[in-house]
């Protein structure tokens, strides 16, 4: 007998409905539901009692790809529907799809998001025609609101239609096939039984064709396997109608699933009759205007503009123009949303916020305790009870001890998989830093589970799994190197101090691509701190660490030879990297060469091309280290006003504390500054006071007192320090400008 195809929009009502009551009727043999095609010895999850919405998490790594995908479900899937309406009938259901981790649905992230994309000419034709914004708004016009009378036909007739203005990608294909194999099987086993075949629409032209097929010998296919060395697994999760929601990103093109949660239960009428009220009471608990008399006026205009456009009861779209019209006085800065598609965009009006915010809904899914779930639940649920943290509040943890530390550890490793309800307020924020406490804030959050079975994804135990995920962070970076420095922190805040050769490798590569010397300084800044000091968390003196530096240390030189642009302005970055490299070549392992380093930085030091802030701070690294040189030489061909300041900000955030002992330094510093016209000097003063920065407030001090002896006066250089009534800057211009005036009235006698 043949099949019955019905082809299908997800999460429609409607299709739903039609679903139910074609199973019911025909009480086939079989039927196949488009669905992953591994979960065929688990079905019996799915029908356990859950509270809807949940979802089957997909998950698969390998060395080179790391892939999660979604297949919600709600109580109006028809995919859901079909799987109980079979049971209900004495039927065998089987999903039929290929399985999330298959390069067919390879960059998918939701199996069950609707194709509008693959058709969009034709779907653009029929807004046209029947005078409706979007796909949406179509799709209730035609099949929503309508009679149920001939659904089935105007359906196929609507997908046949679209499907015949499009191709058919390779993904696509090779997912129709695998699914035709299974019609024609159960074809063969149901003989003279019906089959029921329930997928998207977009698909069922192309498998009638298929299943027409001769195959005398179709047997079931085999559920494709994971490929050698990737891991990966299905799961049930808790979902929720915001993740469901068109608005809220999610791929389906179904939005507002509260509305049409109503929708199935109850029917069009009484869904806009409470939605409107629904909508109001939200607005109402905002402290948002909305009167019995906006009430009515919504309901009012709501079915005015449903009789307008010729609906027997008020669409969606209608109930939410209807409310914008009785409840948004104001122009709007973005259209309203439903009259495109995705998520809501920045600037929307608040009132129009709250309205989509009401027919999303706030349903959170909850899964039957007997639900199976992957290790790496089990594994923190035991963890937290182990380390008393299954109670709500603040947790402080002292890392100096043995137990504290490993506390520590696992509450970063939560953190770090984005598991909710772990929240560090307090702690260090470098290797070196010498705080040695954190403060954590613990909630029992309703979304801790579903985090959990996606983190799974990961591994097996808490350790694994945060270990793969900042692996994971590290190959992704490419030349991002902030993104390689938080890594490598949170790797030494979950004690994953070993390194694998592959992260190893990902590292180089990221500090071989890097191309931003400030950013670049950074990372190897805290690479270094790890290594020196981070016996506390375990990674000092790592030779795994040791190799990365050598290779970041070199990739600073190079980018810091190759830097152009002599009238940029200081950058405290690029002048931070140079400190590290100062540091590394002071405190690094035996791999750093110090020698290139200096020789490398005396070219910089005397480039004219490269950025003065630069230039300064390669003679402050050469002076730091004890090359032999003239301060003095140096500090007079620093440059002109413009560059004076910029220049010396490279020395002082490098070499300060030889600035402070040298001999001679700070009188020639005077000299200069006190050398300056007004004009230079109002040139050079914004760059002279971020250069004297560099130095603490005491160091200021004994600055000031120097300048202060070297004029005959006795005291500290305090008062030299004090904030001053005006700006010094305001103060400079205006001196600078009073001695053009007085110069222009000279000029004309008027000055006496």
């Known amino acids: 007998m043949p099949a019955t195809f019905i082809g299908v929009r997800h999460h429609s009502p409607a299709c739903a409905r039609l679903v139910g009551d074609t199973i019911a009727a025909l009480r086939p043999a079989f039927v196949l539901v488009e669905g992953p095609a591994d979960m065929n010895d688990r079905i019996g999850e799915l029908l356990l009692g859950h509270e809807l919405p949940i979802a089957v998490f997909s998950s698969y790594r390998d060395e080179e790809r790391h892939a ?16 109980h309406a079979a049971r209900d009938a004495g039927a065998d259901v089987r999903f039929i799809d290929l399985p999330a981790w298959h390069e067919a649905l390879a960059g998918r992230e939701n199996r069950y998001s609707d194709a509008e994309e693959r058709y969009e000419e034709a779907i653009d034709r029929l807004c046209t025609s029947f005078a409706v914004d979007n796909v949406d708004a179509l799709w209730d016009h035609l099949f929503e609101i309508e009679p149920a009378a001939g659904l089935e036909d105007r359906l196929a007739a609507y997908f046949d239609l679209l499907r015949g203005e499009s191709e058919a990608g390779a993904g696509d294909r090779a ?22 075949v329930v997928t998207g629409g977009f698909h069922r032209p192309a498998l009638i064709r298929l299943a027409a097929q001769e195959d005398a010998g179709a047997d079931w296919p085999e559920a494709p396997v994971l490929p050698a060395g990737a891991v990966g697994g299905s799961y049930l999760v808790p979902y929720s109608f915001r993740r469901l929601d068109a608005f809220d990103g999610y791929q389906s093109g179904m939005p507002s699933p509260e509305y049409y949660q109503r929708l199935w239960e109850s029917g069009p009428d009484r869904a806009a009759e409470g939605l409107v009220a629904a909508v109001v009471e939200r607005l109402r608990a905002k402290r948002q205007r909305a009167s019995t008399a906006d009430l009515i006026a919504a309901r009012a205009s709501a079915a005015g503009l449903a009789t307008v456009r010729g609906h027997a009861s008020p669409a969606r779209t209608d109930i939410l123009d209807g409310l914008a019209a009785a409840l948004v006085q104001d122009a709007l800065d973005e259209p309203l949303p439903w009259a495109t598609r995705g998520r809501l965009r920045a600037g929307t009006h608040p009132v129009v916020v709250e309205m989509v915010a009401a027919l999303s809904g706030e349903r959170v899914g909850r899964l039957h305790p007997g639900t199976p779930l992957p290790p790496l639940v089990h594994d923190v649920t035991a963890a937290i009870e182990r380390e008393g943290l299954a109670v709500a509040g603040t947790v402080a943890v002292t890392l ?8 520590s550890r696992m509450l970063h490793q939560l953190r770090v998989l984005a598991i909710p309800g772990f929240v560090r307020r307090r702690g260090p924020a470098t290797g070196i830093d010498p705080v040695l406490d954190e403060q954590w804030t613990v909630t029992d959050h309703e979304h801790r589970l579903p985090a959990l079975i996606e983190a799974g994804a990961y591994g097996a135990t808490l350790e694994q799994a945060a270990a793969a995920q900042i692996a994971e962070r590290i190959a992704a970076a490419g030349g991002k190197v902030g993104v390689l420095a938080g890594a490598l922190f949170d790797a030494a805040l979950c004690g994953t101090g070993r390194l694998s050769d592959r992260v190893l490798q990902d590292l180089r590569l990221g500090i071989a691509a890097a191309q931003e010397l400030g950013e670049l300084g950074h990372l190897l800044g805290v690479l270094l701190a790890l290594w020196r000091h981070d016996r506390l968390l375990g990674t000092a003196g790592s030779a795994a660490l040791d190799a990365v530096i050598v290779a970041a240390h070199d990739r600073v030189l190079w980018l810091a030879e190759g830097a152009r642009g002599a009238a940029l302005p200081a950058d405290p970055a690029r002048i931070g990297a140079i400190v590290a490299l100062r540091d590394t070549a002071r405190h690094g392992g035996p791999g750093v060469d110090r020698e290139a380093a200096a020789a490398t930085m005396a070219r910089v ?28 030489r140096a500090v007079r061909g620093a440059g002109g006003p413009v560059a004076l300041g910029d220049w010396l900000a490279g020395v002082f955030g490098v070499a300060r504390e030889e600035v402070l002992h040298a001999d001679g330094v700070l009188d020639l510093l005077d000299e200069i500054v006190s050398g300056l016209g007004p004009d ?17 407030p005491r160091e200021r001090e004994t600055i000031a007192g120097h300048v202060l002896q070297r004029r005959g006066h006795r005291g500290s250089g305090r008062a030299l320090l004090r904030r001053p009534a005006a700006d010094p800057q305001v103060l400079a211009r205006a001196a600078a400008l009073e001695a053009r005036v007085d110069s222009a009235l000279a000029r004309q006698g008027l000055l006496r």
């Open 175 to 196: 997912r129709e096939e695998y699914m035709a194999r299974w019609v024609r099987a159960a074809q063969r086993y149901a003989g003279e039984r019906p089959v029921v």
């Open 680 to 696: 230079d000097f109002l040139i050079a003063l914004p760059a002279l006071r971020q250069a004297f920065a560099y130095f603490p």
């Open 400 to 407: 100096t001890s043995a137990d504290g530390l490993r506390r």
């Open 68 to 83: 999660g995908s979604w297949a919600p479900f709600c109580e109006y899937s028809p995919e859901w529907v079909a799987l």
């Open 605 to 632: 030091a005397a480039a004219a091309e490269a950025p003065p802030d630069l230039r300064g701070a390669a003679f402050g690294l050469g002076w730091a280290l004890g090359e032999p040189d003239d301060p003095l």
